[in-house]
C-alpha cells in the first residue's frame, strides 16, 4: 500500500537531529516561550522576509489573531466584510465569523484552483476591509491586479498560507509576505510540519505584531498586567525547536515534491483524469497534487482497491456547511464543481519514483 502520506516516514528523514533537540528542550526544563520560540521565529521571519514572526497554537488561530487585532486596533470592527475564496477549507472562513467580520465568498477560477481576480471588485462595498487570498495546494494565489484592488480600496491582504510553506511569487518575494499580514500551519502533514500542532503569524507591520503577541498571550505585554481580553494560545519548545529543525531542510523536500509533481504531470494519460494549469516551478511547492474527474468516487475506489492512498481536498465546500445553514441555498458552481471532482494523490519529500511510477501505471489503466 502507498500511503497518502506516512507521517513516521517523513519525520525519519531528519530523525536524528529531531531527538536531539526535543531531548535538548527536555532536559532544558523551559517548555513555554523560550530560547527555542527566539531562535524558531527569528529564522522563520528571515526565511520569509518579514520582519516579525509570532508563534502561537495554530494556523487558525494565527488567522484569528489577525482580525482580531486589527479589531483591537481599530482598523476594522464586527460586522465589516472580508473577502475570501468560496473554495477553501473552511479555516479560513472560520477566522473571519469569530470576529464577527462578515466573510464574502468568491469563486475561484476552474483552471488555477484559485480565487477569480476578476470577480472581487464587483463585491466591494464600502464595508469591505480586506481580502483574504489562501495559496490553496501549495499553488500561488497571489496576483498583481489583487495588489492593486488592495491599494485601489484601501483594503488589508491577509495570506492564508497554511499550505504554501516556500512558495515564492513571480517577483521574488515568498507568501508570507506578499500583503499585510499571514497566517501559517505547521499541521504534521504540511510542507513545514511540527511533531503536533503550532502556527505563527509573519508580518511587516510592527504594530500589529505586538497586538497579535500580546492577544496570544492572554492579552497580555507585561506580567499581570492585561490590555486586551486575549487567549492563551502558544508554539511551545519542542515544537519549535523541531520546526527549527526541518526550516533548513525545507528547500530540499520542496524539491522533491516538485520532481514528483512534474512526473505525474509528465506522464498521467487518462482522457479521464483533469489537471489545473501549470504554474512556473518557484509558484508551486505541491502540498497537494489535484486530479479531477468527473467519476471521482469510482477513481477513488479503484486506486484503493490497488493499494494507492488518496484524499479528497474537500468534498463540502464551506458553503454548504450545517453550521452556515445560512449559506446552504447559494449557488457556486466552480466551487462545487472541485467539490465533487478533486482528488489528491500521494506526494511527500518520501515518496519515491518507483512508488510515483506504480501510481501514475495504476491510473493510467483505468478506464
Not at 484552483?113 to 464600502?126: G, M, N, S, W
Not at 516538485?258 to 516551478?281: A, C, L, Q, R, S
Amino acid at each position: 500500500m502507498i500511503p497518502f502520506l506516512s507521517l513516521k516516514d517523513l519525520t525519519a528523514l531528519h530523525a536524528e537531529e529531531i531527538h536531539e533537540v526535543v531531548c535538548r528542550v527536555v532536559d532544558s526544563g523551559w517548555y513555554l516561550q523560550g530560547k527555542e520560540n527566539d531562535t524558531f521565529e527569528t529564522n522563520y521571519a528571515k526565511y520569509i522576509g518579514t520582519g516579525y514572526c509570532i508563534g502561537c497554537a495554530n494556523g487558525l488561530d494565527a488567522l484569528i489573531w489577525i482580525f482580531r487585532a486589527y479589531i483591537e486596533l481599530g482598523v476594522m470592527k464586527p460586522g465589516d466584510e472580508v473577502i475570501v475564496p468560496a473554495n477553501t477549507y473552511i479555516a479560513t472562513i472560520l477566522a473571519i465569523t469569530e470576529n464577527g467580520l462578515k466573510p464574502i465568498l468568491v469563486e475561484p477560477k476552474l483552471n488555477t484552483l484559485e480565487i477569480d481576480e476578476d470577480l472581487i471588485e464587483e463585491v466591494i462595498t464600502p464595508r469591505t476591509k480586506a481580502i483574504a487570498i489562501v495559496h490553496l495546494y501549495g499553488r500561488i494565489a497571489y496576483t498583481e491586479k489583487i495588489g492593486t484592488l488592495c491599494k485601489k480600496y484601501d483594503l488589508k491582504l491577509v495570506e492564508d498560507c497554511v499550505q504554501s510553506h516556500g512558495c515564492f511569487y513571480q517577483d521574488g518575494r515568498m507568501t508570507g509576505n506578499l500583503g499585510d499580514a499571514a497566517g501559517h500551519s505547521f499541521y504534521p502533514g504540511k510542507n513545514l510540519g511540527a511533531l503536533g500542532d503550532g502556527g505563527a503569524v509573519t508580518t511587516n507591520d510592527k504594530e500589529l505584531a505586538v497586538a497579535i503577541r500580546a492577544l496570544a498571550n492572554y492579552g497580555s505585554q507585561k506580567k499581570y498586567v492585561f490590555k486586551y481580553t486575549g487567549r492563551n494560545s502558544r508554539l511551545d519548545e519542542i515544537q519549535a525547536a523541531v520546526l527549527d529543525v526541518k526550516l533548513k531542510y525545507l528547500k530540499e523536500d520542496n524539491a522533491h515534491r516538485k520532481m514528483i509533481g512534474k512526473y505525474y504531470i509528465d506522464h498521467i494519460n487518462n482522457p479521464h483524469i483533469n489537471f489545473p494549469d501549470t504554474f512556473p516551478e518557484e509558484q508551486n511547492v505541491f502540498h497537494l497534487f489535484p486530479v479531477f474527474c468527473e467519476r471521482r468516487d469510482e477513481l477513488q475506489a479503484y486506486l484503493t482497491k490497488n493499494g494507492v492512498g488518496t484524499v479528497i481536498h474537500y468534498p463540502i465546500p464551506p458553503h454548504k456547511q450545517e453550521c452556515y445553514k445560512q449559506w446552504n441555498e447559494l449557488a457556486f458552481p466552480i466551487t462545487e464543481q472541485i467539490a465533487s471532482q478533486e482528488l489528491s494523490l500521494p506526494i511527500s519529500p518520501v515518496l519515491t519514483i518507483e512508488e510515483a511510477t506504480y501510481v501514475v501505471n495504476v491510473l493510467n489503466k483505468w478506464e
